[in-house]
């Protein structure tokens, strides 16, 4: 991508690049994937989308936690760095010591908890209400952490005791309460602009001792959101994501593994529009002004 740091790490939709021993540079792809799967086509655009969306999210829930990010300008970066190819998709932030779980808050239950659900009674391991609904609301926001799988496995749901064994109590509690913190708060903002938040996903890690939100936050590939004139219990409402791809892909004869089949124009295109209507609708602001 032109840039001239170190590369650490190639992830489906991120590359990561060493700014020094206190600081990253983290630039968003347009790279998709789908069913774990990263396919051949990009989605343009889609990496400044999910950068503008974290870095509005940063700033508007900065009173509650606060978060790696040092600058989204490209001018503020190291000089290896300040390439045009990366501005409006790249972040310059705080190195962080990451937790070994991600700290998922459900408000719906909906995905892998719907699943569980229907075997067992259960979410994460804990009772739940009788009589729910496939993506119906939750009593109240509930923090279900899982683990961090290798790349090509899948995260596992634990519950909260596991959690504790893996980053020790007052860290575990700490999580907890700032996850679904952020996570209320944003779904109220995002409720006032016709969006559910159903569930979301926030990477969390330690800056100097202090508990930080890192790597993306309450965007459509971290995040559930659903039209609130679409939800009905009983249903999979349709998503701000990249959910044309999905019905296109459910639509094959695919066994989900690689290569993927490709894509055709208009499916990319339906996904494009979907991501940037999300980030215009929970911000307010055109997507065409965005740095």
Wanted: with cysteine; net charge negative.
């Amino acid at each position: 991508m032109g840039v001239e740091l170190p590369h650490l790490y190639r992830g489906k939709v991120r590359d990561i690049y060493d700014a020094g021993p206190d600081a990253l540079v983290i630039v968003a792809s347009d790279r998709l994937s789908a069913f774990d799967v990263v396919m051949a086509e990009p989605v343009q655009d889609k990496g400044r989308v999910l950068t503008a969306i974290s870095a509005f999210w940063f700033e508007h829930l900065s009173s509650i936690a606060p978060n790696h990010l040092i600058s989204t300008d490209i001018g503020d970066f190291p000089s290896g760095a300040q390439v045009d190819e990366i501005a409006g998709r790249s972040m310059y932030v705080r190195r962080a010591e990451m937790l070994p779980i991600e700290c998922i808050v459900r408000g719906h239950i909906t995905g892998s908890a719907w699943k569980e659900y229907q075997r067992s009674g259960t979410m994460h391991g804990a009772p739940m209400p009788t009589g729910l609904l496939e993506s119906d609301r939750l009593p109240e926001p509930v923090f279900t952490p899982s683990t961090k799988a290798a790349d090509g496995l899948h995260d596992e749901n634990i519950d909260f005791d596991r959690a504790v064994e893996m980053v020790g109590s007052d860290i575990a509690e700490q999580a907890r309460a700032m996850s679904l913190e952020l996570y209320s708060a944003g779904a109220a903002h995002a409720a006032e602009r016709g969006i559910i938040v159903a569930d979301t996903k926030f990477e969390l890690g330690l800056v100097d001792g202090e508990l930080v939100v890192a790597d993306e936050m309450l965007t459509p590939d971290s995040s559930r959101f659903w039209p609130a004139d679409a939800w009905k219990p009983g249903t999979t409402p349709p998503s701000f994501d990249k959910q044309p791809v999905r019905d296109f892909l459910d639509g094959l004869d695919w066994d989900k593994t690689p290569p993927p089949p490709a894509l055709p124009t208009d499916v990319i295109d339906a996904a494009r529009a979907r991501y940037v209507e999300g980030y215009e609708r929970l911000t307010g602001k055109s997507f065409a002004n965005w740095k």
